[in-house]
């Protein structure tokens, strides 16, 4: 009469451990993945839509006349993005391509005030807001002031940033992914005709997994567009 209590203990108690040995298993393979999401994390995803036309602007035209960068037009509430913008992008111009000249945007605005074309700068910019064009003349005169032939124009149409949530293990979250969209567009207009010679614009979509609090900032997100937008330049293939 005991051997089937004995039985049945026995084989409740293999049932048991069996169920322990299970739940450790799943345990291990849980912490193996975090492991390996750890090392993955940080993996950027990148994708980007690049148009451009070419006018006038030659291969070798920037290298023999140099560009100068005017004030950005932002979007409304990205109006203080302005600076930045420019700043990235005369930086990275002037990393990629080294031999070309490139008078970034406060140079041109000391250069601007230096030559008495503050009132004439501040109307021309408000004209472009309105119209898109940027008065003939008065680039001219900047194009005098600064000693370069060429000015890019660059506007960004929109910038987000966002974060949502990506992995958690025992009701702690873990990972986020990391995203952002930026939208801008650049124009080269050349100071002796008065005409735009090459215009190209970038739109951005750029995310990735971390456990991390930084977000895909402004500043990383406009080198990208920066170093995409210039490899479209004339002259670009030579000085890779």
């Not at 999401?37 to 993996?43: T, V």
């Not at 124009?153 to 873990?174: N, Y």
């Not at 900032?217 to 170093?227: C, R, Y």
Request: with cysteine; glycine share 8%; charged share 20%.
């Amino acid at each position: 009469m005991h051997t089937p209590y004995a039985m049945n203990r026995q084989g409740f108690r293999f049932r048991h451990e069996s169920t322990s040995w299970l739940r450790l298993a799943r345990f291990a393979a849980g912490i193996c993945f975090v492991f390996q999401f750890i090392a993955c994390s940080g993996i950027g995803q990148l994708q980007f839509d690049t148009e451009y036309t070419r006018f006038s602007l030659g291969p070798t035209d920037l290298e023999t006349s140099g560009i100068g960068f005017l004030t950005p037009t932002a979007a409304t509430g990205r109006e203080a993005d302005n600076q930045s913008l420019a700043l990235n992008f005369a930086k990275q111009l002037e990393e990629l391509r080294p031999e070309i000249k490139v008078i970034p945007l406060a140079k041109i605005l000391s250069a601007v005030n230096a030559a008495n074309l503050n009132a004439e700068y501040k109307q021309m910019y408000q004209d472009y807001v309105e119209t898109a064009v940027l008065n003939g003349e008065v680039l001219k005169k900047i194009g005098v002031a600064s000693g370069v032939r060429y000015f890019a124009k660059l506007s960004l149409a929109s910038f987000r940033q966002e974060t949502r949530g990506r992995f958690s293990l025992l009701g702690l979250r873990l990972f986020d992914t990391k995203q952002a969209n930026l939208r801008v567009f650049m124009e080269i207009w050349d100071s002796h005709t008065g005409s735009v010679a090459w215009e190209g614009g970038q739109e951005l979509n750029y995310a990735y997994d971390s456990s991390r609090e930084k977000p895909v900032t402004f500043h990383d997100m406009t080198k990208i567009a920066a170093k995409h937008l210039y490899s479209h330049l004339p002259g670009a293939n030579a000085h890779p």
